[in-house]
């Protein structure tokens, strides 16, 4: 489980040092605090679809990139929520 983790930590830490923020400003941008991105950028931290959608936004990617190669215990919910943007955003 460590390496699914590595990854998605690079991932998010990659997106964020490519576009230039720091973490703080990333957090501010993203409506989250500080510790949660530097969860997101651990292997503490869970990200919800709302969150998602916002990294997908600031970042100018997709989902798909943001969880590729990564298996990410993702809440029902969410996961019923993704299927949904994903039928109307086609």
Same mark, same amino acid.
């Given at each position: 489980m460590?390496?699914?983790d590595v990854r998605l930590k690079d991932t998010m830490r +990659?997106?964020?040092i490519k576009f230039g923020y720091t973490q703080e400003e990333s957090a501010k941008l993203l409506g989250? +605090?500080?510790v949660t991105l530097r969860g997101w950028? +651990?292997?503490s931290g869970k990200i919800t679809f709302t969150c998602i959608k916002k990294i997908e936004?600031?970042?100018k990617t997709?989902?798909?990139y943001i969880f590729s190669n990564c298996a990410v215990d993702i809440p029902e919910h969410d996961k019923y929520a993704m299927t949904q943007a994903a039928?109307?955003?086609s």
């Open positions: 460590a390496d699914v +990659s997106l964020r989250v +605090s500080a950028e +651990s292997e936004k600031l970042y997709k989902q798909e039928i109307f955003d």
